[in-house]
C-alpha cells in the first residue's frame, strides 16, 4: 500500500493513518484511488469527525469542499 500511494517519511507537513477496519459496513459507496479501497467522504467526516488533534477541523473543511448539504427545512 505504501507503494501503490507512493508514501514517502517526513520530518514534518501531512500525516497518513492506515486503519484495517472492523465493520465491512464502512466501504459502503467506497472509491478507489490508485487502486486502494477508501471510505467515502460521508464515512470519513464521521471518523474525522470525532478524531482528536484538528479532527473537527478537518471534517468541517471536508463538509465545505466535498459535501453537498441539503437544506430540509
Known sequence: MVKKLDLRPTTS???IR???P???G???DFRQIRGV???SDIQLY???FTYPARGQEQAERLLEKNIKVVDTS
Open 37 to 39: 479501497n477508501v471510505v
Open 18 to 20: 492506515i486503519f484495517e
Open 26 to 28: 464502512i466501504f459502503m
Open 13 to 15: 507537513g501531512a500525516n
Open 46 to 48: 464521521v471518523d474525522l
Open 22 to 24: 472492523y465493520d465491512e
